[in-house]
């Protein structure tokens, strides 16, 4: 469910980590560029559509908080989007909201 008292994500994320998600064009080369090592609960791909729509579950997500796969997601975008800085941003704001522990 959509928490209103806070900014986007999408706009969390292009003010955080300077990554406009309008970049992504749903080609699913994020989704398949590393092993997911079994810490994933969603694809890189539903992440990004999770955050572009406003979706604050994605934020405890397993996927975001996967070691594995924040060190994997750099270069896992074909069109340049650093998906580190989007998983990053995306951790801090999780501890911003209070979701998680610091």
């Known amino acids: ?24 064009s749903h080609c699913s080369f994020c989704s398949g560029s590393f092993d ?3 810490d994933t609960d969603i694809t890189l791909e539903m992440l990004l559509q999770m955050v572009i729509m ?3 579950e994605v934020l405890t997500s397993r996927t975001v908080w996967s070691d594995h796969v924040f060190e994997s997601a750099r270069h ?23 979701l998680v522990a610091i």
Do not use: I, K
Not at 1 to 22: E, I, W
Not at 76 to 94: F, I, P, S, T, W
């Open 76 to 98: 896992a975008c074909a069109n340049g989007l650093d998906m580190q800085a989007v998983l990053q941003a995306l951790r801090d704001e999780a501890r911003r909201r209070g």
């Open 54 to 56: 406003n979706d604050d």
């Open 36 to 38: 997911s090592n079994g």
């Open 1 to 24: 469910m959509t928490d209103f008292r806070y900014p986007s994500l999408r706009a969390v994320v292009l003010s955080s980590a300077g990554q406009d998600l309008r970049r992504c």
